[in-house]
């Protein structure tokens, strides 16, 4: 039973909303926009007969996938719906039909389209697999609109297809401890507006948050006691799963591992002891690469991760060695001339090989941010490039297939316009031939966290992760920055509806800076600043 | 790490604010207020050295409540604190000092007091027992203020323990399913104000909300599959037990069992078959006394949830039994007359011995609504009040214990002053000798959830049940509605920095009837209406 007050107010301000809402009506409220759409005569209404039945391939997902379009229906529109087994059951008001299984764990070449129409009498969903099936409800969400005649969706045909196969949101748990509801409702925005990797960085300078069994020391000592148990992420994967989102972890490393040694310092390539970071920046803590015990540990840590987290993808980081504790160590020099490398790159390169193995044996294929990139290395990884374009260039002519994080650092306080140009294949990137531009599987947005905690970073992804979202799932030629920001407003109202806090944290925060008095001046104040904008986006990617 | 950004904010913006709050500076902020406040000289700087030591008795629920103190304070100020073992420790800012051990499990004899005493250099907590830390810390948390010079808290003395042993809050998980996030940021809430009794109301005609193991067609049947697992119960009575809140459980009977009769026809007083409840009112379907598989069934039943929650009481509810299904059946009419029973209230009276006999014999004493009371039920029963303090004084009278719940209706949606002005020392009972006034115990804010949804629950609760909260911890001659509504204004900004939704949930319900789009002409109207209110608080309590 939805608030009857809902209800008796959306009734009474019909008239009242729909004047609002009738000059908007031309153009689709859809984000990201579909492939294709052709709007047809009619409009099928919402009322509290509305129902959903499943056809063809049937599986857990889809019946819990279908009662959350039910109930969040219901919220949208104050309108109590029927999900009850003892009513009779009227005729569905949208069909939704999947033809087969997806594949068991999700991967880059999961077919996610599908096809929607909408008449006055029936929406019909179609879709190969669920993933299609739930994007298609996020679309048809999106379609419901109010105006005098009550809740309704305009009739269209909609066929749709994502451009990228790859659209991730990196999400930083180290810098700033995110907890599991954190997560989840994040996954919750990210299928609302059609991404599908959460690319989770769970290890850095300033925290390991993964539980290791085989190594407990790891988080009991570099963790602060903030880090995810191996049940809380099976939670978040399932989670995930069930919106059609992979999730990719990330342990980076050979660099950004000072919290490991806080543990283990005979990792490291200086002596100890260590202690957690408690700043921001590139630090001097390094692996050892040239310690045989350094990869019999890393193959029990990556065996036991591997086995946790079903992805075909492991991210190994790779980013941001300074050397300093290299060049500083005898042993490591010595190694170096022994095997005549000609500099740090070269050892980070060896690292990487005895890494990919690694990973190999445990069934993973490695990826990693664009200093992995090196000659030596096999043409199976995914290079991240948070360098831009001319890198991933690079790379997809050498055979290796990339993904762009470069202008999609939502931590930089960038105007989503600025993120919604960005465009993988523009630039060096588009002068490529068909085979090399195949091998660019997308992209991801990028939440570094050293500047936000669990109560600020939905104020930092959303809005404007959508802009990248559309960017990476619509045809190349969407590109109206203006109907973007409109959609945009709507899309984050929406957002807050699945529990998302980017608006309704803001005043609570500014009555905390009041003392929590009345913040309506500071209101006035607080909306007419702008933060610091990193523009340096050449000089290092954090 | 706090967002930086906020601190910034508050050093910049002290200036300002200060201004604002010089001018109520004079009055405490405290809510409830203290026994006994007697202000001094100086002021005790909160700043970034800050840190908390614990002294005397210790256990983990101590540990645990002076890390959240230090995380609220941090998240309060925007100062980052020490919570760090690497650190050089400073002098402590706040020193707290427990006795002893309080009981194993909270009852009404618990000591709450405690005492503050705040100076320049340092703030010394020092309690009996752990609970009586905990309402100490909350008034530390409310004392902390901002000036010119920074976060602080103004010198003081406080001398505080409750005035009645029982304030509680009745949650009504049955008539809208509650999930355990609900539950426990209302348990967070409840500790702000320093009520310590969660009531939990978990069957009733519209959904039994209980896993039972003995009998799991109850709530398989009887819940949509909304229902707390045992584990959820387990750790719901743990997270208010770390915050000194004891958990009641109410399982109505033998009125309000529509949901029971699903799976269990055979207990009601006539056949079934019976669905669930999906309207409101007061319904037929009762318990049949004259079984005696009823009380078989009642006795695994109650056997298996006394087992489960430790509180030394156990509610039955016991309201509202309108006699229809008894008048209609034969065999009950004679069942009545063959003992002489004059009337459905007898009938109810026999029940209630039998129900007596059981939970005494599980370890538990019975509480139940008004209806319970009769002259051949034990002394040790208590007996909650809707009908009012004429009915507690004659409970009182006979030797019960009560408590009030008249006036204390949250759903009724009537102002915090009518609520403040209720207590349960007025009209009839303040006639009443030592003795019996002894008997009453407290009261209870009553949170009847037909129209309440998790997502608007915590507009209906907060903040007026901190009105009644003060009511029942502060000196009765507390009761200047002015002070009360300024300080009620800065306890429910509080209370979202715990979680709470009651005010930022607004804007965005807003935005839904708008259609997604900007609800500002919307509010304006919103804010001129005001809900319905119930005044018919003698025609039927829900």
């Known amino acids: 039973m939805e608030n009857p007050l809902s ?6 301000l019909m008239t009242l909303c729909a004047g609002v809402i009738s000059g908007e009506a031309q153009e689709n409220n859809l984000l990201p926009q579909p492939a294709q759409v052709s709007p047809r005569e009619g409009r099928l209404a919402i ?29 949208q529109t104050g309108i109590a719906l029927p999900d009850r087994s003892e009513k009779a059951p009227s005729p569905a008001a949208l069909v939704i039909h999947c033809d087969h299984a997806g594949e068991p764990v999700q991967t880059v070449r999961e077919d996610e389209s599908y096809r929607l129409e909408v008449r006055t009498e029936q929406a019909r969903l179609t ?33 749709d297809r994502p451009r990228f196969r790859w659209r991730g949101l990196l999400m930083d748990a180290s810098r700033h401890w995110m907890p599991v509801p954190v997560i989840k409702r994040n996954l919750d925005a990210m299928a609302a507006v059609k991404l599908n990797v959460l690319h989770w960085h769970l290890s850095d300078d300033q925290g390991f948050r993964m539980e290791s069994r085989r190594f407990p020391e790891l988080q009991r000592l570099g963790s602060d006691g903030n880090y995810y148990t191996q049940a809380d992420v099976r939670e978040v994967i399932a989670y995930a799963r069930e919106r059609g989102i992979r999730v990719v972890p990330e342990f980076d490393m050979p660099g950004h591992t000072t919290s490991w040694f806080v543990s283990h310092p005979e990792l490291a390539s200086a002596p100890g002891p260590y202690v957690i970071e408690r700043a921001w920046g590139i630090f001097d803590p390094a692996m050892n690469p040239t310690k045989a015990e350094l990869y019999a540990f890393l193959d029990g840590f990556i065996g036991e991760m591997a086995a946790l987290f079903p ?24 190694f170096m001339r022994r095997r005549g490398m000609k500099g740090n790159h070269d050892l980070q390169a060896y690292f990487n090989r005895r890494v990919l193995a690694i990973a190999r044996q445990h069934g993973k294929k490695m990826i ?11 043409k199976d990884i995914v290079v991240q490039s948070w360098r831009g374009q001319k890198s991933l260039a690079e790379a997809a002519r050498q055979g290796y297939m990339g993904i762009l994080s470069f202008g999609y650092y939502l ?16 630039g060096e990137t588009a002068g490529l031939a068909e085979e090399q531009k195949s091998r660019i599987l997308g992209g991801e947005a990028c939440m570094w966290a050293e500047y936000v905690t669990p109560e600020t970073v939905a104020s930092r992804i959303w809005p404007r992760a959508a802009a990248i979202a559309e960017r990476l799932w619509s045809p190349q030629e969407v590109k109206d920055v203006e109907s973007m920001y409109r959609r945009l407003a709507r899309v984050s109202r929406q957002l807050e509806g699945l529990g998302l806090t980017q608006r309704s944290s803001y005043g609570p925060m500014l009555e905390r800076l009041t003392n929590m008095n009345d913040a309506a ?8 600043l702008e933060p610091v904008k990193s523009l340096r986006l050449s000089q290092g990617h954090r």
Not at 7 to 12: Q, S
């Open 47 to 75: 009322t509290d007969s509305f129902r959903i039945s499943l056809s063809g391939y049937q599986e857990p997902r889809l019946r819990a996938a279908a009662q959350r379009l039910a109930r969040r229906l219901a919220r």
């Open 368 to 378: 990693g941010w664009d200093e992995i990139l090196h000659p030596e290395l096999p």
């Open 311 to 334: 992805d075909e993808y492991f991210h190994i980081g790779g980013d941001e060695v300074n050397g300093k504790q290299w060049d500083h160590n005898p042993r490591i020099q010595a």
């Open 127 to 159: 879709a190969p697999t669920p993933v299609g099936v739930l994007r298609g409800m996020e679309t048809f969400l999106q379609l419901v609109d109010l105006d005098t005649r009550g809740f309704g969706v305009a009739a269209v045909d909609i066929n």
């Open 7 to 12: 209800r008796l107010g959306a009734l009474m």
């Open 521 to 528: 001046p500071l209101k006035v104040l607080a909306d007419v």
């Open 411 to 426: 931590d930089h306080i960038l105007p989503a316009s600025f993120h919604y140009k960005v465009d993988p294949m523009e």
